[in-house]
């Protein structure tokens, strides 16, 4: 059944992920699939608090690979009995390289949610490994690997890579988020993510209160329905570039702080 299926998506794949040439630089719309590498618990953290991501699946046509750290700060905290929490990542670190960066948050997933993403839904089956095993992405797409496309259903949307897939991002009827976005054609990296996904999944208590997209720009802010708000180690968040800026061999704390006083706020783009 599973031969069939793949059959019959690989029919109606398009070649167009392949054609489309790879953008040069990091354009404003390139997605960043990014790990959290700390918990951030509304009831600690202070603003100018430091945060940090790992980049999980490499940005195809740009010098962030895999590995590359997102760095970050608090920006605001309200404690309980309403917590919330303000962030913004700022920089790119690649290397010795720092990359300024703006970003607005398009969906984030709980680290129970990138576990069972990571797991192969086939691995019980005989002769089944992890290169050609069929998964799951957060959202609900499912990758066939070992020759396979991504698949919405039996509508194939992009093609599996090392440490994630290739696709177009999408839009989802009744969300927010946009597809492709500031003339940026090109497929993108969503590691575990699929490509229409949009807000929360596995944090059935934290909403969305600003995504970053609109003034002020690059800030999300986190509410917690509840008296707690935490933000777990190892929650993936897809996330979308609003700007970049001017690449330096400055060490990560001075580009930050370079970064923040820069006149990028005002300048919005609709790009989550």
């Given amino acids: ?39 951030i618990h509304a009831d600690h953290a202070h603003p100018g608090q430091r945060i940090q991501a790992t980049v999980m699946q490499s940005i195809p046509g740009t010098p962030v690979h895999r590995g590359a750290r997102l760095l970050g700060e608090v920006v605001a ?6 917590p919330s929490l303000t962030l913004r990542f700022t920089a790119l670190r690649q290397r010795q390289i720092t ?23 086939d691995m019980a089956m005989r002769g089944t490994v992890p290169e050609n095993a069929t998964t799951r992405q957060i959202g609900g797409q499912q990758v066939y690997r070992g020759g396979g496309p991504v698949a919405e259903g039996m509508t194939p949307v992009g093609k599996p890579v090392a440490y994630g897939i290739l696709a177009l991002p999408l839009a ?23 490509s229409d996904a949009c807000g ?3 944090y059935p208590d934290v909403a969305l209160a600003h995504a970053g997209r609109t003034a002020p720009t690059g800030q999300l802010v986190f509410r917690a329905t509840g008296r707690k708000l935490t933000l777990q ?11 970049v800026g001017q690449a330096s061999a400055q060490p990560p704390d001075s580009a930050s702080l370079a970064f923040a006083s820069n006149p990028f706020a005002g300048i919005s783009l609709p790009a989550r």
Avoid at 99 to 110: E, G, H, K, N, T
Avoid at 174 to 180: E, H, I, L, N, V
Wanted: glycine share 4%; charged share 10%.
């Fill in 1 to 39: 059944m599973r031969a069939f299926v793949l059959a019959v998506l690989l029919l109606f794949a398009a070649p167009a992920l392949d054609a489309q040439a790879a953008p040069a630089a990091l354009p404003a719309g390139t997605i960043l699939p990014v790990s959290l590498d700390s918990t």
């Fill in 172 to 194: 989802r009827p009744g969300q927010s988020c946009r597809a492709q976005v500031a003339a940026n054609l090109a497929p993108q990296a969503f590691w575990l993510f699929s």
């Fill in 200 to 202: 929360f999944f596995g």
């Fill in 99 to 121: 990359i300024p960066v703006q970003v607005s948050l398009r969906a984030m997933a709980s680290l129970l949610e990138v576990e069972e993403a990571e797991t192969p839904e």
């Fill in 233 to 243: 180690s190892g929650s993936g968040l897809l996330l979308r570039v609003l700007r």
């Fill in 77 to 82: 905290v309200t404690p309980a009995p309403h």
